[in-house]
């Protein structure tokens, strides 16, 4: 078992990311809030231990090293003196005194209050600091879908919240599709919440939740994980949408907009270049070779995109006096077009250059409100 997977942690994670990763998952799977439930207790007991050893540097520095060994006389003291460990404790303990300890460890060392009206006083305080990385899911969806301003976009799916879980959330996994793999990778880290591109109910698909549907649906629920999509919003996002971040990947300035709803993007590169050279550099950054119509010795000046499945966008990139178009996928007349027009058009890969957006709103978010983002990138040869 990875103490680090067990809370969520990569293995460079910080003192203070164990002591929030901690705080989350305890309260998550405490027995007081769980009552009954066998696995919750065996998922706390797994906590307590991955805490205890990670903390302490000792410890930490065993474990590293491959020479752990339990120790059991020592006592989980959670941060600094907060006991959630299951050795001989006492689960008739009410969830209150779970926030009790709380005071205690981070006042001046006096004992918990005991249960009564002291006790009833402090909760609010300690509710507070027990929450403090943690985000009303609410607030979390009115902030996103100012930010990517989706109310304006006619779109294929809804946008923002799809699926409700947890009121609050301290820990998003972000990823390019709502997958079943994806929706396991954050099961696994303990998240809130999905941050996503490709979200679900397309327009075009069936709406019935059956088979494959019913099962990505079911573990979403049965581990209470909201599910957030942004889709020609999170495209179209000046700064950090898919398009802009393909722009940041490649040094590419950017000069105009094209398309419906202005999707698409126009720019310049660093300097003059020729197809032949660029196509290697996207290769390098992308890590797939791309599929390319085109005299490998055109220059290039002036390119368009729009990640994805924007082939479509071709006469509207064509309008903008661009060398080359770049994209995500390619169709069969695309080939006919850019031959018959001489604009270059380089299929890049749907899912390659949709990784960067989402990617870059985890981190926003992150710095902004200091809850734990993670991408998470589930791999796809498209």
């Given amino acids: 078992m990875d103490l680090y997977v067990v809370l969520g942690l990569s293995h460079g994670a910080s003192d203070a990311e164990i002591k929030r990763a901690y705080r989350r998952l305890a309260r998550r799977f405490h027995p007081d809030i769980n009552p009954g439930d066998r696995t919750a207790v065996a998922r706390f007991r797994q906590i307590v231990d991955a805490y205890e050893t990670l903390i302490d540097p000792d410890r930490r520095s065993r474990y590293d090293s491959g020479h752990a060994e339990p120790d059991d006389d020592r006592q989980a003291g959670g941060f600094e003196g907060f006991d959630f460990s299951t050795r001989g404790v006492d689960h008739s303990a009410t969830f209150g005194d779970l926030f009790a300890e709380v005071l205690s460890a981070h006042g001046s060392r006096r004992p918990a209050p005991e249960r009564g009206a002291d006790l ?24 996103l879908d100012a930010l990517l301003d989706a109310a304006r976009f006619r779109d294929y799916c809804p946008n923002g919240l799809q699926v409700e879980g947890r009121e609050r959330i301290g820990r998003i996994v972000c990823g390019v599709t709502a997958s079943q793999a994806l929706i396991e990778a954050a099961i696994e880290r303990g998240a809130d919440a999905l941050l996503v591109h490709h ?11 059956t088979g494959f549907r019913r099962q990505r649906m079911a573990r979403l629920l049965a581990h209470d994980i909201n599910l957030f999509a942004y889709h020609l919003p999170l495209d179209a996002h000046v700064a950090l949408g898919n398009n ?22 126009v720019g310049v590169p660093p300097a003059p270049t020729f197809l032949g050279e660029l196509v ?51 169709s069969e007349q695309t080939v006919h ?18 990784r960067y957006g989402v990617k870059a709103l985890g981190e926003h978010l992150a710095q902004e409100f200091g ?5 998470v990138d589930i791999d796809n040869p498209v």
């Fill in 120 to 143: 009833h006083q402090e909760l609010p305080i300690a509710f507070d600091e027990a929450f403090a990385d943690a985000v009303l899911r609410e607030d979390r969806r009115a902030y």
């Fill in 199 to 209: 979200g679900w109910f397309w327009k075009a698909e069936d709406g019935r939740i």
């Fill in 244 to 265: 802009a971040q393909l722009a940041r990947q490649f040094g590419w300035t950017v000069t105009g907009r094209f398309g419906e709803q202005d999707i698409g993007f």
């Fill in 280 to 330: 290697p550099q996207m290769e390098r950054v992308l890590g797939r070779a791309p599929m390319t119509v085109g005299d490998p010795a055109r220059k290039v000046a002036r390119i368009a995109w729009c990640s994805g499945g924007a082939q479509d966008y071709f006469e509207a990139a064509l309008a903008t006096g661009a060398d080359v178009f770049v994209s995500g996928e390619i």
């Fill in 337 to 354: 077009l850019a031959r018959e027009t001489g604009m270059a058009y380089i299929a890049a890969g749907h899912h390659a250059t949709e």
């Fill in 371 to 375: 809850i734990a983002c993670e991408f």
